[in-house]
């Protein structure tokens, strides 16, 4: 018994078969169970084929190809600051405490009354100083003669200036860019 | 009415250029599909993807009004995966005799399936099945059943010859299905 070709069997599934050979293969199938089951196959790899899940790209790709065939405008160089914000303010910070600390005579000599910019200054100085010591001491392998422990006060406000920078960083992170984002 | 794609087209190039990015979430899905079946690899097609809409983008004032913007744009996209194939050293041609076509090939000594078609393993073979099959076959496979060309539009969006589109597509017809029926197991037997 001949048996269909399998375009025949193809071109039936996808319906591009012509009328005149439609009615053949109509009739063939009626009498070969063989043919019928690879009828069936063949509509069920369609199926599939049609139904298999689709790749889906990142969820930045639009914006990243917004951003190419959209590029920023106006001065480049305002971009750029306004782009790093976060990490001028921090910049500024920091130096501003450094300035003040360094400028102030009563903080020098260290008998002004106790203001925050100036515990961060002793925070600053404090850390440092614990760091190099530190360092000394575990390179050279030799008891350290002049580390004295630090007190509970400069632990504090150690720790206090870590979260604070760690606040800072994360407000240009997650606030200033964003914000500068959807503008 | 005008096709959405055209509405989107006709307001990118009236100016309101953001109208782009309804175009590249309308077709996003199914390009990344043509070009990881390609490719072989998300970050490379994504990276052809990108490029792909970026050149669309360029290339609209020139869009054809008669043509559908989707055949216009997956050859482009056909074009860029088939290039970034070509710079991989990775010959985008392989070895086919293209006139050798399976249409007398008759099912006789068959495979018969003891599977039910409809079960969710065999779509999870499909699937996996495609993206190891090679780019030539994989990409009008792809074709035609995700973007539901016809053999025209297959041919105008990757540029082989009519016959070369039809002897593909069954060729990766006929690879998926002898695939699948070594996976799954199925007995060999003579057709009655």
Redesign the interface.
């Known amino acids: 018994?001949?048996?269909?070709?399998?375009?025949?069997?193809?071109e039936y599934v996808d319906g591009t078969i012509l009328n005149g050979e439609r009615t053949q293969v109509v009739a063939h199938l009626e009498s070969?169970?063989?043919?019928r089951?690879?009828v069936?196959?063949?509509?069920?790899?369609?199926k599939?084929?049609?139904?298999?899940?689709?790749?889906?790209?990142?969820r930045r790709?639009?914006d990243?190809?917004?951003e190419?065939?959209?590029p920023a405008t106006g001065n480049p160089f305002v971009r750029k600051i306004v782009n790093n914000l976060g990490n001028i303010l921090a910049m500024i910070v920091v130096l501003s405490i450094f300035v003040y600390a360094v400028s102030t005579p009563s903080v020098r000599r260290g008998d002004a009354a106790p203001s925050v910019i100036s515990e961060t200054f002793k925070t600053y100085t404090a850390f440092y100083d614990q760091v190099s010591r530190y360092l000394t001491t575990e390179s050279a392998k030799l008891q350290s003669k002049r580390s004295a422990p630090a007190s509970r006060d400069n632990e504090k406000i150690i720790a206090l200036t870590i979260v604070s920078l760690l606040a800072l960083v994360a407000l240009d992170k997650f606030v200033i860019r964003r914000v500068i984002k959807t503008r | 009415m005008a096709k959405p794609d055209q509405e989107i087209i006709r307001r990118v190039l009236a100016g309101e250029k953001k109208a782009f990015a309804d175009l590249a979430n309308r077709h996003k899905d199914k390009a990344m599909t043509l070009a990881v079946r390609m490719l072989k690899n998300r970050e490379d097609a994504e990276e052809a993807l990108q490029d792909a809409f970026v050149r669309a983008f360029h290339a609209l004032p020139r869009f054809e009004w008669k043509a559908s913007f989707s055949t216009w744009f997956y050859r482009i996209v056909f074009n860029v995966c088939a290039t970034a194939l070509s710079k991989k050293d990775e010959a985008y041609e392989v070895s086919l005799q293209d006139g050798d076509e399976g249409g007398i090939e008759v099912p006789s000594d068959d495979l018969t399936p003891d599977v039910e078609y409809e079960s969710t393993e065999l779509q999870k073979i499909v699937t996996e099945e495609i993206e190891k099959m090679p780019d030539v076959y994989a990409s009008v496979l792809t074709l035609f059943f995700v973007q539901e060309m016809s053999y025209e539009e297959i041919e105008a969006v990757t540029g082989f010859p009519l016959g070369t589109v039809k002897v593909r597509l069954f060729r990766a017809r006929m690879m998926l299905r002898e695939t699948i029926a070594r996976r799954l197991g199925w007995r060999k037997e003579v057709v009655a």
């Open positions: 018994m001949d048996h269909l070709t399998v375009q025949q069997i193809l070969c169970p063989g043919c089951r690879e069936e196959l063949q509509r069920a790899l369609a599939h084929l049609r139904a298999a899940p689709l790749a889906r790209p990142s790709l639009v990243r190809i917004m190419s065939v959209m």
